[in-house]
């Protein structure tokens, strides 16, 4: 009987899984309480593994393959299965992995990595330039891949060893994206069956794969690095709510959780508390409504009456106390957030607002707004009035929303939540604010929510001085020497989307990945968490262990 969702929690029986089995009867109280003070073994009973629920959103749904979303897309991470060029360090520093060694030509058009030459797929062939120029271009040609290299013209294998990416156009970000890139076998690549039966190179293979239930990865014996200390991952995919339940019975090592759910935590577990650059934000419309924005194929309405006024946008950011929100809402696990890229090197200082109430009204009195009989601000007929959409099945977004509202009130502006499914939400997006989550360890989301033209640019603002800034970053031929011009582009002393500026976006706040570990069990240092409840947890699995 294979781990579901359903009697995964009944804990009866035995789960067989590949090698190992799970007693669900018997297994030891891993969270519940009376355990003891550290165990030494999984669930399971074995030392060299370990059992972690994460989000039914964190399965890949076309598989373990990198030309679609594996690794990539909202939920970026390391794909563990395949290896990648380059990845990066806990302080988001890059460092090799295939590559040996990478450069930039001056113009910023042609990039060229040496890779390594012993480095085999677990079908004992040979990984080459080629398969890496066979995964970058066959991402280009997938209409449906989520990893952005639309950049790369060609990559071109120049021989076994070295790899060359001609441009289109400078973007030196695309190094952040090739470190969760996963390289696929041009040999034995096949795109109706790879997903289910990967062939890779790195830390770990496919060992069993039960759809919408739970994947199982064993350490790859052939490895060309340092072998795993986590000889099996099992990866059981559940809601928030079994998530917790898994962990007070006692049948997982490591259970998500959310902040509206950790004071629930289990007698003999410890909360692990991530970093992250996980952030809540609220996109706000810049254009008056009756426009259009195009969303692949779909023309979908753009504006709003309200939030169109810079004088709104401005307030509202100026009327949210961040501290105060996360305190009610979050139990502190959390920290404010002003940008989509807080605590990163191209964060920008000038997108922190410090909260003043008197200051927001100051703003919308002088902007033409009067406050009414009902003490909502209105001018030239128009309420401050507006609709805030959130993710219906998010218990945390629901929470923060239904706070901003209560906090916007007081500064005079109704604010009316509104759950709604993501695809209902997703076509509203240019047309009324929406309660987002984004962040990732890269530029190229500030780049995707502010450029002109970009995917993500649901607040439909157009700026050709921020866009010459975005530019201007992505030019340059080190990534280090970027980081002035990203921060320009939020603010350059005139222009931006800083709350002084455009005011695009009012952010708030980073939330905490929190995890009901259990006790006995060493986690290793993580890089700060992107959006996603998921995999990047699981990033440097290859390095746990367990006590004793």
């Given at each position: 009987m294979a781990i579901t969702r359903r009697n995964f929690l009944k804990c009866a029986?035995?789960?067989?899984?590949?090698?190992?089995?799970?007693?669900?009867?018997?297994?030891?109280?891993a969270c519940s309480s009376g355990s003891s003070e550290g165990a030494k073994a999984s669930v399971s009973g074995n030392a060299?593994?370990?059992?972690?629920?994460?989000?039914p959103a964190s399965e890949p749904a076309?598989?373990?393959?990198?030309?679609?979303?594996?690794?990539c897309g909202e939920h970026v991470h390391e794909p563990l299965i395949?290896?990648?060029l380059v990845t990066t360090d806990t302080n988001l520093n890059f460092v090799?992995?295939?590559?040996?060694?990478?450069?930039c030509s001056d113009d910023g058009l042609t990039?060229?990595?040496?890779?390594?030459?012993?480095?085999?797929?677990?079908?004992g062939k040979p990984l080459t330039a080629r398969d890496v120029a066979f995964t970058i271009n066959g991402i280009n040609a997938a209409e449906v891949a989520e990893a952005d290299l639309s950049m790369v013209k060609k990559a071109v294998a120049v021989n076994d060893t070295t790899v060359e990416l001609h441009l289109s156009k400078p973007f030196n970000a695309l190094l952040y994206t090739l470190a969760v890139v996963g390289i696929v076998p041009e040999h034995a690549y096949n795109s109706k069956t790879y997903g289910k039966k990967p062939i890779g190179s790195g830390r770990y293979v496919l060992e069993q794969w039960d759809q919408g239930q739970q994947v199982i990865l064993k350490a790859n014996p052939d490895y060309y690095g340092e072998a795993p200390k986590m000889e099996r991952l099992i990866v059981v995919f559940m809601e928030e709510d079994a998530s917790l339940a898994a962990a007070k019975s006692g049948q997982v090592d490591i259970a998500y959780t959310a902040a509206t759910k950790a004071s629930a935590m289990p007698d003999a577990c410890e909360l692990l508390v991530c970093k992250s650059v996980d952030s809540r934000g609220i996109s706000l419309p810049t254009i008056a409504p009756g426009n259009k924005r195009s969303d692949g194929n779909a023309k979908l309405?753009?504006?709003?009456?309200v939030t169109q006024d810079v004088a709104i946008r401005r307030a509202l950011n100026y009327a949210l106390d961040r501290e105060t929100m996360i305190a009610n809402v979050l139990g502190g696990y959390g920290t404010p957030a002003y940008s989509v890229s807080d605590g990163m090197p191209w964060a920008s200082d000038d997108m922190k607002v410090d909260f003043d109430l008197e200051k927001a009204k100051s703003i919308l009195e002088e902007g033409g707004w009067k406050l009414g009989s009902d003490g909502i601000y209105e001018k030239k007929g128009t309420r401050a009035a507006f609709d805030l959409y959130y993710a219906a099945t998010d218990s945390v977004r629901q929470a923060l929303a239904v706070e901003f509202a209560n906090q916007m009130k007081e500064l005079g502006i109704e604010v009316n939540t509104k759950g709604a499914s993501w695809d209902d939400q997703s076509a509203k997006g240019f047309c009324e604010p929406i309660l987002w989550g984004w962040g990732s360890n890269s530029p190229v989301e500030l780049y995707d929510l502010s450029y002109s033209d970009a995917w993500g640019n649901f607040a439909c603002y157009e700026n050709k001085t921020v866009d010459i800034h975005f530019d201007a970053a992505l030019a340059k031929t080190k990534v280090e020497?970027?980081?002035?011009?990203?921060?320009?582009?939020?603010?350059?002393?005139?222009?931006?989307?800083?709350p002084q500026g455009a005011a695009t976006w009012v952010w708030l706040a980073n939330v905490d990945h929190l995890y009901f570990k259990r006790k006995g069990l060493t986690v290793a240092d993580q890089k700060p968490h992107p959006h996603g409840h998921g995999w990047s947890l699981v990033n440097n699995v290859d390095r746990w262990s367990w006590e004793g």
């Open positions: 029986g035995v789960a067989g899984i590949g090698a190992m089995s799970l007693s669900m009867g018997g297994v030891l109280s060299n593994e370990v059992v972690v629920t994460m989000t076309s598989g373990f393959d990198p030309l679609f979303s594996w690794g395949q290896s990648t090799n992995d295939l590559a040996t060694d990478y450069s990039w060229t990595f040496k890779i390594r030459d012993d480095v085999k797929f677990t079908d309405d753009a504006g709003n009456a020497d970027s980081y002035g011009e990203w921060k320009a582009a939020q603010w350059d002393g005139k222009e931006g989307i800083a």
